[in-house]
């Protein structure tokens, strides 16, 4: 047992991975938090994936998550390492921080592509190449995760060398958590996408708590006011401001970030709909038209969908995605990035493939993903029954995962 563990949201590493609450699956969330571990750098940064070349870099939000799920199993040295690390990256892009906030003063946008980063390299370096760099999730995730690290560690204090990077990224959120920037897919530079703007709800309101102030948590309630009115026109939360198809990434709205309560309509109807029409061979996929790699279904989304549903207190559903993603670790005990998008669209597929290669067969965000609901699930009460027609379990529980504390104030 390594000493650098200390509580994990009530989760005792010891006894859930000697087949306590985890039972059956203690192997396999075993084995995703070793290949986490195993693929962290020195410098403290998580590769996304170690097989897929274009994926040898670090991205604030596959790590971010990656991070939060180590908190949870209670290896909270690693992830205090890799927050050691962002803190050394952001320094480094401090000067390109600063610029965009005083452009933006000035009423004036710096190109996109002169925008900070969401990727590093592994030393913890921005690359210059022509990946889209602009976008915003990445920041809110990380204070988000950050500040659950400082939970789990038992502390609410930021360091002194982490507090200026920690206060320059709250304040770079706060000014562009409402521009137009890329989508956490990496693919429309032009809109304002759901997503993002859960990401930033939940970075601005872990910016109030961490650095005490007022003016973050009113910025994230004007992110929340700006989903709720889209939310309330719509009747359900749409993956863009200029795409009114739906995003499986929307489903963070409730977990993990708490901009609306699991209950509410709108992200009851989203839930629906997700599980719907981006249901496929069992998994979740990204949005309707997704063609990358065939557009297959994704192991970190399914998790999320099941966290969501874990969060409610619908056990049922949320074992269905999570024995779907069990269902695809190899006989190496890799869980890759996407499946079945060679059935779904085979010249898509070969496309990519005579491209890039074969999509990721190891992805830590799909692992860290698979622990997050799996200690979701490990902490839920027995089996509750469900009422489908109305969305609320038919018990008086409270809603089972630890995570799940909607902040929403007003809807
Ligand atoms: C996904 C990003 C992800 C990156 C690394 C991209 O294909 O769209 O969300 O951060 O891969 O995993």
Redesign the pocket.
């Known amino acids: 047992m390594r000493a650098d563990r200390r509580r994990g949201y009530g989760l005792d590493p010891a006894r859930e991975r000697a087949g306590g609450p985890y039972g059956e699956d203690a192997d396999l969330v075993e084995t995703s938090v070793r290949a986490m571990l195993a693929n962290q750098q020195p410098s403290g940064a998580f590769i996304?994936?170690p097989d897929f070349p274009q994926?040898h870099y670090c991205?604030l939000?596959?790590a971010s998550f990656v991070a939060h799920a180590l908190d949870r199993i209670g290896e909270l040295g690693a992830s205090a390492r890799y927050h050691d690390w962002v803190v050394t990256a952001l320094e480094g892009i401090a000067p390109a921080m600063e610029a965009a906030m005083r452009e933006h003063r000035a009423g004036r946008e710096l190109e996109p592509a002169e925008m900070p980063p969401a990727?590093f390299s592994l030393a913890g370096l921005a690359v210059a190449d022509n990946w889209p760099n602009f976008q915003m999730d990445g920041y809110g995730i990380w204070l988000w995760s950050l500040q659950q690290h400082l939970h789990a560690s038992g502390t609410e204090h930021v360091a002194e060398r982490a507090l200026p990077s920690v206060e320059r990224t709250a304040r770079y959120l706060a000014t562009f958590a409402l521009s137009p920037c890329f989508d956490?897919?990496?693919e429309d530079g032009q809109s304002v996408h759901t997503s993002t703007l859960a990401c930033a709800y939940g970075g601005l309101m872990a910016a109030a708590s961490l650095l005490d102030r007022a003016d973050m948590a009113d910025r994230a309630e004007e992110v929340q006011a700006v989903v709720l009115e889209r939310g309330r026109r719509a009747g359900r939360f749409e993956k863009s401001s200029a795409n009114r198809e739906v995003d499986a990434s929307s489903i963070w709205l409730s977990v993990p970030f708490a901009l609306v309560d699991a209950f509410h309509p709108a992200l009851v109807e989203t839930a629906a709909e997700i599980a719907g029409r981006l249901e496929f061979e069992g998994g979740i996929r990204r949005y309707p038209g997704d063609t990358?790699f065939g557009g297959g279904a994704w192991p970190l989304l399914s998790a999320s969908l099941g966290w969501h549903y874990a969060s409610l207190g619908d056990i049922a559903s949320a074992r269905v995605h999570h024995e779907w993603i069990a269902g695809h670790f190899d006989v190496e005990g890799r869980l890759g990035?996407q499946y079945g998008g060679e059935h779904r669209d085979p010249v898509m597929y070969r496309e990519w493939v005579s491209s890039w290669g074969h999509p990721?067969k190891e992805?830590l965000?799909s692992h860290a993903m698979f622990v997050i609901l799996s200690g979701a699930l490990a902490s839920a009460a027995p089996e509750r029954s469900f009422d489908r027609s109305t969305d609320r379990s038919t018990d008086s529980g409270e809603p089972n995962d630890l995570q799940a504390e909607p902040n929403e104030r007003s809807s």
């Open positions: 996304a994936s994926y991205w939000r596959d990727r956490v897919w990496e990358y990035e990721a992805l965000w």
